[in-house]
């Protein structure tokens, strides 16, 4: 595919779990795709630069819910640490890990595959 890159994209991805298929997730740009209502709330990750904070090359990942009015709410932001190869682990601190390996990512979509 054109444009197709297993590097770490850069901005806010929200989850568009409607789209997801044989373990894997998909992700659209948050600012620019059209999401579907939904009950169940959207994790989003914010890569580099649309993290404010972050360097290039870091990444964060917060996962938002629908609050009691329905409005999203935050929950706890976790580190991606680089693993190589486009692997990365989520670090806890409790120690715990979630390891994603990207799939694919391009302009308009990123797809993940977490291990």
Not at 4 to 12: D, E
Not at 95 to 102: E, F, N, Y
């Amino acid at each position: 595919m054109h444009g197709m890159t297993m590097a770490l994209p850069s901005g806010s991805w929200t989850h568009s779990f409607e789209e997801d298929a044989d373990g894997i997730e998909v992700y659209r740009p948050t600012a620019t795709f059209a999401f579907p209502p939904s009950r169940k709330g959207r994790k989003v990750l914010e890569f580099g630069a649309g993290t404010g904070s972050m360097e290039g090359g870091e990444a964060t990942s917060t996962s938002m819910a629908p609050s009691p009015d329905d409005r999203p709410r935050a929950g706890p932001v976790t580190r991606l640490v680089p693993l190589g190869m486009g692997r990365y682990a989520f670090g806890d601190a409790s120690g715990a890990q979630d390891v994603i390996d990207i799939v694919e990512a391009t302009p308009d979509v990123l797809r993940l595959a977490r291990r």
